[in-house]
């Protein structure tokens, strides 16, 4: 059987750059156990579960091994478009994507993962396994060496009765977990709490679980203290005068008071940013949107749980690909610094740019970010002119304003 063409694979649309690859050595280690399993176990392509394929390596490189109807569950946006392309660019198909529910896991007898940075997302994926698997499932696990931690070892020994990790090998570690341990009656996530009034709702891959993160934190404290004018700039004390003379006529007028305002949580998380102006500007309506399909099913439980569906949508995309050029009136927006275990800013310069392109000439984009990142440049040079709000040692709050196109 020919060699799989890993180098072929592409990471589009998430960022691509020399230092970032498509796939990684654990892949391999993953697609070779399988297929070894496969042969030892007998184990159908319906009867394997892939669960945070990357960009698709694992389950394109078992698909293009004859095992069709694999299904496989990927947490991004941007990865799942990045397995279909791939796999339209090789010529390759015959796998069903899912969400993480029964769908993915019932009668699964082989499930492979690739080890999620967060202990309560791995809780999440074990327990789902453990509860809808085959009673002689096999769990594979694999991650870095760098990254991985005796932690997920236990973690995975409340759904397993066995857990045996593997030697490592290029520089990456397999976990093998096998006898389904039985599962409680209801499942660990998600999980709520409340905030001064507001009730976050979380599943295990959501940033920051069912706390209010310190970014999101300071950022709503600076909206709450009157800086953010709520959709009209005419009730906001005067901005700096090199702000106000890198204004044309045409962005002035959109500083007259509007109602029902536009706004989008960009990278919502579990939507703390959305529903908190939602709760206090019952004119506006809210999209909120995330690449991680926990973050979604999070916000949307979010939403739920504060009484503001009928105002909020929640929608699982990547850097608001799916929202109108030109069609919010505010952004709102706390963006990562990490690319999986990467640190690269190439995420919040693809979400400063969807800002500029959704926002309306004269919107606003309220940012919070690292202080130590010095995004302000950026940001004026992609959104237009753009002020400091609030800075803390660890945390700066600024507000860029749309110029004309």
Not at 348 to 359: M, Y
Request: hydrophobic share 45%.
């Amino acid at each position: 059987m020919p060699e799989f063409p890993y180098s072929r694979l592409r990471r589009w649309p998430d960022v691509e750059a020399e230092n970032l690859q498509a796939h990684d050595a654990t892949d391999l280690l993953l697609t070779e156990r399988a297929l070894a399993l496969v042969a030892e176990r007998g184990v159908a392509g319906p009867e394997i579960a892939v669960i945070g394929d990357a960009y698709g390596a694992i389950t394109l490189a078992l698909t293009d091994a004859g095992l069709r109807g694999i299904r496989v569950h990927q947490d991004l946006a941007t990865g799942r478009r990045a397995l279909d392309r791939n796999a339209a660019d090789l010529g390759i198909d015959g796998f069903v994507a899912h969400e993480l529910d029964r769908s993915l896991l019932d009668g699964a007898r082989l499930v492979l993962l690739q080890l999620p940075k967060a202990l309560a997302e791995l809780e999440e994926i074990a327990d789902a396994v453990a509860r809808w698997a085959a009673p002689d499932a096999v769990l594979v696990a694999g991650g870095r060496v760098k990254h991985m931690t005796i932690a997920q070892n236990e973690v995975l020994g409340r759904s397993f009765g066995i857990v045996q990790a593997q030697r490592a090998e290029r520089k990456s570690r397999l976990i093998i977990a096998s006898a389904p341990k039985e599962v409680p009656v209801a499942p660990p996530f998600p999980v709520a709490a409340t905030h001064d009034g507001l009730t976050l709702v979380a599943h295990g891959g959501a940033f920051a679980g069912a706390k209010l993160d310190i970014g999101t934190r300071v950022l709503l404290d600076v909206l709450r203290g009157g800086a953010l004018r709520l959709a009209s700039l005419a009730q906001e004390p005067e901005v700096s005068r090199s702000l106000s003379e890198e204004r044309s006529d045409e962005t002035k007028g959109a500083e007259e008071p509007t109602k029902g305002a536009q706004v989008l949580d960009l990278g919502c998380g579990t939507g703390a940013l959305a529903v908190s102006y939602a709760l206090a500007h019952p004119d506006a309506r809210v999209i909120a949107t995330d690449r991680s399909a926990a973050a979604v099913a999070s916000a949307r439980a979010t939403v739920v749980a504060n009484g503001v569906a009928d105002r909020v949508t929640v929608t699982h995309d990547d850097a608001a690909s799916e929202v109108p050029t030109a069609s919010v009136d505010v952004v709102l927006l706390n963006p990562p610094f990490h690319l999986g275990a990467s640190v690269h800013t190439g995420a919040a310069t693809r979400l400063f740019e969807a800002s500029a392109r959704v926002l309306r000439p004269g919107g606003e984009l309220f940012t919070v970010f690292n202080s130590s990142l010095g995004y302000r440049a950026e940001l004026t040079r992609l959104v237009g002119p753009t002020e400091q709000l609030h800075r803390t040692p660890k945390f700066t709050v600024t507000r860029s304003i749309r110029r004309p196109r």
